[in-house]
């Protein structure tokens, strides 16, 4: 069973800079596409953040030149840089495999808040 355990959250001024991790027990991350999705309060998930086995990272629009998805193999671990934070990009961040796993499983989540 999969776990995903997201972390790094928090409040933040805006144009501020916060790192998120997200810890996984399997080989999950070293197989598949991974992603960062969020979802803000009453509105759907959306994947802001994608990186590709072997290919260059891609980005929504909205993130594109903020954000920087990673991956550290050895630790199972995929982190989210994000600079110039924005009001509008308060969420609850979440990673996982692109497209997500099949058992629709998603782990609790990291809360994001930027304040103006």
């Known amino acids: 069973q999969v776990q995903l355990v997201e972390s790094g959250g928090g409040l933040v001024q805006a144009g501020g800079s916060l790192t998120l991790s997200c810890a996984t027990s399997g080989s999950i991350f070293s197989n598949n596409a991974v992603g960062w999705y969020r979802q803000p309060p009453g509105k759907p998930r959306d994947l802001v953040a994608t990186l590709p086995r072997g290919s260059p990272a891609h980005y929504h629009y909205s993130v594109k030149g903020r954000f920087t998805i990673s991956r550290d193999i050895a630790k199972n671990t995929v982190y989210l840089q994000m600079n110039d934070l924005k009001p509008e990009d308060t969420a609850y961040y979440y990673c996982?495999?692109?497209?997500?796993?099949?058992?629709?499983?998603w782990g609790e989540g990291t809360l994001v808040t930027v304040s103006s």
């Open positions: 996982n495999k692109v497209p997500p796993v099949a058992s629709g499983y």
